[in-house]
């Protein structure tokens, strides 16, 4: 009962912030199916080592509304094999910042658009990606009825003939469970027959617990394992996962530091074991 009054809490708060906000500015518009997926830079690798440990960052970066934030990412990306963002910015205005990020190709998968500009996920890579695809939600958040999207890449192993795939998810908010349930299927169903190792990672918006159910289900259907966050703390809400298949992890913890944005950072170090 407390999750439900909880639930509806937020969406009464958010209904009344964006009712007040539409005359303020223009309602986002969702993109066509051929202006979803966007990539800058260029790979300076061609397959992944397997003779060295794998770096990665996780950000919700929160559209960029700290400006420096642009220099906290600047920083992750120069010391990350991937870097996958949520709430992330592309279009014009942005590509020359994404391509000063030298040996990285920027993978996004636009949400919606904003004026000029688009929102989403985005994931980043040091290797060449041989796949890049995106899974929309079929289901939509209230008030601007927007999707939120997967990202979903695969890249070449060294001396393997199996892909790593990373699937880069903002779950859904403000929705009941049944129909946060439905994205978490789509995504169950879009890297199911990939038989090599996998990251499975991002916002997933768990703010009620519920969902955790969810996204345990789907990491043990897939056979993936949670990743624990070193220095986890559990005052607040805890919104971004890790699971993985196929890596050891050697090292992962949250960036307290860093507070850039209304989420934390989560680093990850892993070895695959493919």
Known sequence: MRSIKGFLIIIVAFASFAFISLDAKALPTIPNHDQILVQYGKSSDLEIRVDRELRITIWNVQKFTNGPAYRDLFKFATNSDLVLLQESMMGENYASYYTGMTGLTWTGAISFFDGP????????????PTYEGFVQSEAREPIFSTPKMIAITKYKIAGSSDELMVANIHGINFVTTWIYES?????????????????????????????????KD?????????????????DYLILDHIFVRGLETKSARVLYEVNTSDHYPLEFTGQLTH
């Open 117 to 128: 500009s688009g929102t989403g996920v985005m994931t980043a890579s040091r290797a060449k």
């Open 183 to 215: 994205q978490i299927a789509q995504l169950k169903k879009a890297v199911k027959n990939h038989k090599g190792p996998l990251i499975v990672t991002g916002d997933f918006n768990t703010h009620m617990p519920d969902r955790y159910l969810v996204i």
């Open 218 to 234: 789907m990491a043990d259907s897939l056979g993936l394992k949670y990743v624990l966050m070193e220095n986890q703390r559990f």
